[in-house]
């Protein structure tokens, strides 16, 4: 095992005037000793983490941290300053800096030792000796703490903050016991840092606290005997807690993580009164508890981030679940495209006409197997979208409003509206104060019910008829469009069918298309081939962003993308709504303009199509098929540079504000050196 922090990975010097630059300084000593293998990556995921939520603690520390793909191995790197950083923290700068870089799949062992670090940290006796020492070596083997796993673990037993920590059972011996729960975001130093906080200040309380830690070091749940035993709950947490169901019928305080670290004994006090007062808090699946005190006013994570945090976390949620529908679906209708030609997609059913020797019967078989598969996509979006928000019991609504969305030809877009309402109308009810008889029903029987009912009637009678009529709308729009203006036409194809990649936008310029087809003229075929030339694009853009830049792109992102080529290439435009649903403010506009570029440069060129799908399995059907197949690359070309200038810009910006700090701090070091 690789030793957490040596002497090169100490500043005792650290001259940065910002946090930024402070990151920036540590970093680059993590990259000098091969530990980091991207440092603007790095950096762009330490700022990630730090505005979820700022990682100053009171007492002069500052530990900004991440899990990052650009980790080699778990790395600590300790900074000095005499000036003091602004980290956030209420008390003012801090002095010492601990920047903790963990890998993406760290092991156990060494975030075991992370969290001892941040156990540590509440020790003044610890941090005094930081303060004191002179030598780098000897402040790094003071960091590392090198006692043995047994010593650990029984100290840990003795204080009571590990999991499995005995209960004193003698009588009289604990005149008051509370179980607890901390977490954090990335659940390496605050998690461990507040279980040490709460149970140094339960021993001076003369209070038994036993700490659940729910972070990435392991999740060991508290013996039920111990819950059981327990006369009140804390949860200091930034994240949701596991199975809180555990804890239900307990006086509970409910606080972000930080109050765990700076405010202990008043948690404990709090905890105290409630449990004097019998108050017992309503607690659910999903939500908070419905009873948290005033100590909620401390929450400075999940629950209060930025709503485009909290969006991105729900639409990611629902991202994840769909994409296995995406890849196996669109594949799938692919190949059935390869063997069997385009008209495939109209074969009778294969349960009533199969041939074994027949290879249409086979590319049949495949094509709707696939459509099967597609037909998921916007349930399974809606569905988890609502789980994100609010877990189990707003799955059923989920489901139900991305089935209907499909119902009422709401598309993708109606399934992003029917899963935030399922998650938003669950929420809602959670809320409301229920007997202790009808908790255990209420998760399996009353919200997916009265939930699934209000979620079906906004999305029939509320959503339905505004996208109904915009439809129709659009259509008469396009009709009153064509003819005379042919370029025009193709821009504004184009746009439609790359903004919602399958939803009502993109099926009116599709039907508009395809009903030219019924009596073709020649404007009708060069409508047609626009249509398909423009739905090629996303997925085809996103394919190639992931190939030439991929480090702007998660590891599940670069997977789709290599399904998205065979995708783009089939005519299957939903296989970019992974990207457009993880990052609509720059994929969909980057998108868009591809679109419309190739749809300009398709009617420009004359490009005609006599088949309503198929890819580039039906170039041979293809009026003109070289200026065809150009306008697609020009538009795939177009939407890529966009989305990598969008997305490096994003990632600039911290590296930007770390030069900026840097030289910041350059200057502040001018007039002690004349």
């Known amino acids: 095992m690789s030793e957490l922090i040596t002497a090169e990975l100490v500043d005792l010097d650290l001259s940065a005037a910002t946090k930024d630059a402070a990151a920036r300084s540590l970093a680059e000593r993590m990259v000098a000793a091969h530990r980091v293998t991207d440092l603007g990556g790095f950096l762009a995921d330490v700022a990630a983490r730090e505005a979820q939520m700022p990682t100053g603690l009171d007492g002069g520390i500052g530990i900004p941290h991440c899990r990052s793909e650009h980790v080699n191995v778990p790395t600590l790197a300790f900074g000095r300053s005499a000036a003091g950083i602004d980290f956030g923290a209420a008390d003012g700068p801090a002095d010492l800096v601990f920047l903790i870089a ?8 060494h975030l075991t030792i992370l969290s001892g670090l941040a156990r540590r940290l509440m020790d003044p006796e610890f941090t005094a000796a930081l303060r004191a020492g002179t030598d780098p070596a000897a402040v790094a083997a003071l960091i590392r703490g090198e006692e043995p796993a047994e010593e650990r673990v029984a100290e840990e037993k003795e204080e009571g903050t590990a999991p499995e920590a005995e209960t004193a059972e003698a009588a009289g011996s604990v005149p008051f016991r509370i179980v607890a729960v901390t977490s954090c975001p990335t659940g390496i130093a605050h998690t461990y840092m507040a279980a040490e906080s709460l149970a140094a200040a339960g021993r001076a309380e003369g209070v038994e606290v036993t700490v659940e830690t729910q972070g990435s070091g392991g999740f060991k749940k508290l013996d039920p ?18 199975e809180k169901t555990r804890f239900r ?25 409630k449990a004097e007062r019998g108050e017992v808090a309503a607690v659910s699946e999903a939500g908070r508890g419905k009873d948290s005190g005033d100590g909620d006013a401390d929450r400075s994570g999940a629950d209060h981030a930025h709503f485009g945090v ?18 196996a679906g669109g594949l799938l209708i692919a ?17 009533d006409h199969f041939v074994w020797g027949e290879a249409d019967s086979w590319a049949a078989l495949l094509n709707q197997i696939g459509s099967a598969a597609f037909a998921f996509l916007v349930p399974v979006l809606a569905g988890y979208i609502a789980y994100g928000m609010a877990d189990r019991p707003a799955l059923v609504p989920g489901f139900v409003g991305g089935s209907i969305a499909l119902t009422v030809n709401a598309g993708f877009l109606g399934g992003l509206v029917a ?11 959670q809320r409301v104060p229920v007997h202790a008889t009808l908790r255990g029903i209420m998760p399996v029987l009353v919200i997916p019910l009265i939930a699934s009912a209000v979620v079906g009637f906004l999305m029939f009678i509320v959503v339905g008829k505004p996208i109904a009529s915009l439809q129709n709308a659009l259509t008469d729009w396009l009709n009153g469009l064509s003819g005379s203006n042919a370029v025009i036409l193709g821009v504004v194809l184009g746009l439609m069918m790359c903004f919602d990649m399958g939803g009502p936008l993109n099926k009116v310029a599709y039907a508009f298309a395809v009903g030219g087809l019924a009596d073709p003229t020649d404007g009708s075929l060069k409508v047609m081939a626009a249509v398909m030339a423009a739905g090629m694009v996303p997925p085809l853009a996103m394919a190639l962003a992931t190939t030439v830049r991929k480090k702007l792109f998660t590891k599940t992102e670069r997977e789709n993308g290599r399904a998205a080529w065979v995708l783009g290439a089939s005519f299957i435009t939903e296989g970019a709504i992974p990207f457009a649903a993880a990052d609509p403010l720059r994929v969909i506009p980057s998108v868009m303009a591809g679109g419309a570029v190739t749809g300009a440069l398709s009617m420009a060129f004359g490009a005609t199509l006599r088949a309503p799908h198929g890819g580039v399995f039906v170039v041979p059907l293809i009026g003109e098929p070289f200026l065809y197949l150009l306008a697609i690359a020009a538009g795939t070309l177009v939407a890529t540079a966009l989305v990598v200038l969008l997305k490096g810009a994003r990632r600039a910006a911290p590296d930007a504000a770390g030069e900026a700090g840097a030289a910041g701090s350059d200057d502040s070091r001018v007039p002690v050196a004349a």
């Open 225 to 242: 005997a111990v819950i059981a035993a327990a006369d009140a709950v804390i949860w200091a947490h930034d994240v949701e807690v596991r």
């Open 310 to 327: 909290r969006l991105r976390t729900y639409l990611m949620s629902g991202v994840s679940y769909m994409v296995p529908f995406v890849a």
């Open 335 to 351: 190949l059935s495209f390869a063997i069997g030609g385009y008209e495939i997609a109209s074969a009778k059913s294969v349960a």
């Open 102 to 109: 963990a890998p993406a799949g760290a092991d156990d062992d």
């Open 249 to 273: 019928g307990k006086p509970l305080v409910d606080v972000g993580v930080k109050a765990g670290i700076n405010r202990p004994a008043e948690l404990i006090a709090e905890a105290r009164r």
């Open 419 to 429: 899963g935030l309402l399922a998650g938003a109308v669950v929420m809602a009810i």
